[in-house]
């Protein structure tokens, strides 16, 4: 069972009475800019701001009758604000308030988002240096290849996340538009003027045509940028389940005290929180097809995308929130084990020094053909017939024709594979 969401913050944000509030905050946004324009008394505005609010459980009540949540909200703020909430919502249609609060909320999330991921990022960083020259084995199709560091791993995760920062500020950019220009987007009853003086007040930028809402491709690049940060996630928790498997174990979730793995073997210990990361990642991933479906509406609109949209938008941004948490916190406290490390480098009895074999073997003049075949004889005699590697490389006429006993010794220092990891540090200024 996942546990109880711990973020108030972006729990808030989503929350039914945040949402009216935003809406609420729209709307006197506007009863202002009209004020300032000489539309309606600017006494009317301060007493709009003044009195106005709501009641979920009265707007609830309203609703059950007119089965719209727009004029229910409107017709409760009206019982508090009496005479003057006639200039409440004048000239605008539901979806002006409405999408303007929803792309409010989106930025809102991404900063929220934002956040998180530059505190993982700086996690990653940390735990990079930290292991910067740990050798340990490289997989390609899960098989050893050849040696690499842990903190290479890690920095690449943090390069990474570098890049989902950079996408979800550009996709907090793409949904920081507001939209007040009536019921198909001609400013047919309001001043185009109050849609601009409300979007900088309210910190966004008028989209330059809606219909009667704000296109739905914006949701979508949000949506799918959300996916992208969620894959990065699962990209990261899948490294660390694999590397705790028990015929690996080079890395492992920390296990607290007290902490049990399974109800019938004591001695489990399983990557769970890697394993939550990973599901919840295909949630977001999903949501990310339904934004897409979105962005087709008939004609000027329908209201097709606005159930999907009460479901993946808070979903979605709550997902990943906590997934990022939830990762940060897994990598601070990794354990990791570097004698496991070296054991595992060992473990294909120097099959992992193939290429360098090779590679010797052909700069004495052999042509690569031949020298590959000279090699991989032997190496399957490891994986075939469990013989050394190492000794039969020693052994066989044709590669000692070219190299000595000396040239074969030093193919087999892992030393070698790591000469450039500092300078690829230095990439990333560690």
Request: with cysteine.
């Amino acid at each position: 069972m996942i546990e109880r969401y711990t973020n108030p913050e972006m729990g808030h944000l989503w929350s039914i009475e945040n949402e009216w509030q935003t809406i609420l905050n729209v709307e006197m946004a506007a009863c202002d800019a009209m004020a300032e324009l000489g539309e309606i008394p600017k006494e009317a505005a301060k007493n709009i701001r003044a009195k106005a609010k709501f009641e979920v459980s009265r707007i609830l009540e309203i609703e059950s009758v007119t089965h719209h949540d727009i004029i229910a909200f409107l017709t409760n703020v009206a019982e508090h604000v009496g005479d003057d909430s006639k200039y409440i919502h004048k000239g605008l249609t539901s979806s002006d308030v409405k999408d303007t609060a929803i792309c409010m909320m989106m930025r809102d999330s991404a900063d929220i988002i934002l956040e998180d991921l530059r505190a993982f990022r700086e996690v990653l960083r940390r735990r990079a240096k930290e292991f910067k020259h740990t050798p340990c084995i490289g997989r390609t199709h899960g098989i050893h290849a050849e040696p690499m560091t842990f903190g290479l791993k890690l920095a690449l995760w943090s390069a990474e996340i570098e890049r989902d920062i950079e996408r979800v500020e550009h996709a907090k950019k793409v949904v920081s538009v507001g939209k007040l220009s009536g019921a198909v987007g001609t400013y047919s009853n309001i001043d185009p003027r109050i849609e601009e003086l409300v979007c900088k007040k309210l910190g966004l930028t008028p989209v330059p045509l809606a219909t009667q809402v704000i296109q739905r491709d914006r949701h979508a690049e949000y949506m799918t940028t959300l996916a992208i940060v969620a894959s990065t996630l699962e990209k990261i928790a899948t490294e660390v389940r694999n590397l705790q498997r028990t015929d690996i174990r080079e890395a492992e979730e920390y296990f607290s005290p007290g902490q049990k793995g399974s109800s019938a073997m004591p001695h489990k210990r399983n990557p769970i929180n890697c394993e939550r990361v990973s599901g919840m990642a295909r949630l977001v991933r999903g949501n990310a097809v339904a934004a897409m479906e979105d962005i087709t509406l008939w004609h000027e609109r329908d209201i097709s995308h606005s159930s999907v949209e009460r479901v993946i938008l808070p979903d979605s941004t709550i997902n990943v929130d906590y997934c990022t948490r939830k990762l940060t916190n897994i990598i601070d406290k990794l354990l990791v084990y570097p004698e496991a490390m070296l054991h595992n480098m060992e473990r294909t009895g120097g099959l992992i020094y193939s290429q360098r074999i090779l590679l010797a073997v052909v700069g004495k003049g052999v042509l690569r053909e031949d020298a590959y075949k000279w090699v991989q004889r032997n190496a399957m005699k490891r994986w075939m017939e469990g013989e050394d590697f190492r000794t039969n490389v020693e052994k066989d006429p044709d590669i000692t024709k070219y190299l000595t006993k000396e040239e074969i010794d030093n193919c087999f220092d892992y030393q070698y594979f790591l000469r450039h990891v500092d300078m690829i540090m230095e990439r990333f200024g560690l």
